[in-house]
């Protein structure tokens, strides 16, 4: 039962353009989501969270947008660099937990030149 | 500074085979987690830490899967009696007390199990 989901497993965007990332989750005691970004053979870095009583945070050229009525979430990255090319990983705090952070399968990320 | 690293980077071991991984935390860290990444999947988190207390461990998949941090700073992951299932990377990752501090993550060791 994948309580985060990242439905495409990969993306590819042509560099200066924005690139989407899409997650959805089911559980509504969800009240805090982070994007992760992950290049190969390295950990996963934090990128950028927002918590449930917004519904936008941005953070230069990455913004996330929540919507908890559809309980969906998204990462915008605009202009996307080839730097930007990775893994990302959507990932989801349950309320009350003892900080276990609950994870997307990910996204591959590709910026075309 | 210096980041979370975790060694050995790469595992290989005969089916039976127990397997000892080792994490450095940021210094300073209270919080310490493990995950384990299989392939093609986000990570799925095995235990928490805070200081040398485990608070969490409802994420461990079977009683051959042991994790400790003794004096509340390197902790070690053990897996006994390896299994073909437990191949994987697993990530450690530290963090300051609050709940909403940023996790940082090691690179991970990938174990695979013959």
């Known amino acids: 039962d994948q309580q985060v989901k990242q439905n495409s497993p990969s993306l590819s965007v042509q560099e200066g353009r924005i690139s989407i990332l899409n997650c959805d989750y089911t559980?509504?005691?969800?009240?805090?989501f982070l994007w992760y970004k992950k290049y190969p053979a390295e950990g996963p870095t934090f990128l950028i969270s927002?918590?449930?009583i917004k519904d936008k945070n941005e953070d230069g050229r990455f913004t996330v947008f929540l919507n908890k009525s559809a309980k969906h979430l998204s990462l915008h990255i605009v202009p996307s660099q080839p730097g930007d090319s990775a893994v990302y990983f959507c990932?989801?705090?349950?309320?009350?937990?003892?900080?276990?952070?609950?994870w997307g399968a990910g996204t591959k990320l590709i910026i075309k030149p | 500074g210096a980041g979370v690293s975790q060694s050995p980077r790469y595992k290989v071991a005969k089916r039976g085979q127990d397997v000892a991984l080792r994490c450095d935390p940021i210094?300073?860290?209270?919080?310490l987690f493990w995950y384990q990444q299989a392939l093609g999947q986000g990570p799925e988190f095995l235990t928490y830490?805070?200081?040398?207390?485990?608070?969490?461990k409802s994420g461990l998949p079977s009683d051959r899967f042991f994790a400790e941090r003794p004096e509340g700073s390197v902790s070690t992951l053990k897996i006994q009696r390896t299994q073909q299932e437990d191949s994987a990377v697993y990530l450690c990752?530290?963090?300051?007390?609050?709940?909403?501090?940023?996790?940082?993550f090691g690179p991970g060791t990938r174990l695979l199990v013959l």
């Open positions: 210094s300073g860290h209270v919080s």
């Open positions: 559980n509504s005691m969800f009240d805090y």
């Open positions: 927002i918590s449930s």
């Open positions: 990752a530290s963090s300051g007390k609050g709940r909403r501090e940023t996790q940082y």
């Open positions: 990932a989801a705090n349950v309320m009350d937990s003892n900080y276990q952070l609950i």
């Open positions: 830490f805070q200081n040398e207390a485990q608070l969490d």
